[in-house]
């Protein structure tokens, strides 16, 4: 199942990210960065699902949440970058 993946720059940003999801009822889930979108494996991520994406934006520019970049994909078939 295809997902997208909010790369954050701190654990802390990245538990702000998911606060500021689920006060708004979009389910998120913090998880480590895969080794394939962070290669040092030292960054942290918001996983949400397809539907939530515009939504999700919406949040993170509307509270100011910056956010090293989005990708799309899945553990199966590997994670790539979405330019928006």
């Not at 080794?35 to 960054?43: D, I, L």
């Not at 509270?63 to 970049?69: R, S, W």
Request: charged letters at 15%.
């Amino acid at each position: 199942m295809l997902h997208y993946l909010i790369m954050c720059r701190s654990l802390t940003y990245a538990q702000r990210i998911v606060q500021s999801l689920e006060r708004v009822g979009i389910r998120a889930w913090l998880i480590r960065s895969p080794v394939s979108v962070s290669p040092s494996g030292c960054s942290y991520s918001v996983k949400i699902t397809q539907k939530d994406l515009s939504h999700a934006l919406m949040i993170l520019n509307h509270f100011q949440l910056p956010y090293l970049g989005i990708y799309i994909g899945s553990p199966e078939e590997g994670y790539r970058e979405v330019d928006l």
